[in-house]
């Protein structure tokens, strides 16, 4: 069992808007800033396309933003495209010794 | 550019170890911190652990105390990760990642597939 928890699977429509959301607790997702969400395609290494909440690296499509409410993580992704289609998973930082948690995973399918 | 080259791919018994290589190219190894995250067939990603290589100061998550050991040799750019008394359970691919904070993970080695058959 993930430490944060993801919906399995949502899909949506070439052109509409999507979230993912991320629920963690007060002790990680609802403590500090430092969310982070990855996409992974199949047999691919995750890629960075969101960090510290609502930040994107260089070169990651502004289609991608990120926000937070209390304990939960919400990934949108506007203008659906095929190449959407993949894994997104969260992390969030969290005290003690294990540093990092993530969640189960999302699979996002493009119809 | 920058990239994480990791070692091909592992097939262990129960009870041994294995290590895994993660060589850093395109940046000063040393600058960065590397994590090492894994991930079982067709399941979700687990973080094991951090090394920074400036200094080999490390810290593994709870889930890996006692069982996974992180390594360096700076002249070559390379950070190991070993993980011993394995189980059919850590049959997974292994990532490492380079940390721009202990919580960015911002680039990815392509994985390692360790193999623990039952």
């Known amino acids: 069992q993930s430490a944060l928890t993801q919906a399995a699977s949502v899909s949506g429509s070439p052109g509409q808007s999507i979230t993912v959301s991320c629920t963690g607790t007060?002790?990680?997702?609802?403590?500090?800033?430092?969310v982070s969400w990855y996409q992974q395609h199949p047999g691919k290494a995750p890629k960075l396309i969101i960090y510290?909440?609502?930040h994107r690296p260089s070169g990651v499509s502004e289609r991608f933003s990120g926000s937070k409410s209390g304990n939960t993580a919400s990934l949108t992704i506007s203008g659906l495209q095929a190449e959407d289609e993949a894994d997104y998973y969260c992390?969030?930082?969290?005290?003690?010794?294990?540093?990092?948690?993530f969640g189960g995973g999302t699979k996002m399918t493009v119809l | 550019q920058v990239q994480l080259v990791q070692s091909g791919a592992e097939v262990r018994k129960p009870g041994a170890s294995v290590r895994v290589s993660c060589k850093a190219s395109?940046?000063?190894?040393?600058?960065?911190?590397i994590n090492w995250i894994r991930q079982a067939p067709g399941q979700g990603l687990e973080w094991m652990g951090w090394?920074?290589?400036?200094?080999?100061?490390?810290g593994s998550a709870q889930n890996f105390q006692g069982r996974v050991t992180m390594t360096r040799d700076t002249s070559i750019s390379t950070v190991y990760m070993e993980l011993s008394s394995l189980r059919s359970d850590d049959t997974a691919v292994y990532y490492c990642?380079?940390?721009?904070?202990?919580?960015?993970?911002?680039?990815w080695g392509r994985g390692t597939l360790v193999t623990v058959p039952a």
């Open positions: 510290d909440v609502s």
């Open positions: 395109g940046y000063t190894l040393i600058s960065y911190h």
């Open positions: 090394m920074d290589p400036s200094n080999g100061n490390a």
């Open positions: 992390s969030s930082y969290t005290a003690g010794s294990t540093l990092v948690v």
């Open positions: 007060s002790s990680d997702v609802g403590a500090y800033d430092y």
């Open positions: 990642a380079r940390g721009l904070t202990y919580w960015i993970f911002d680039v």
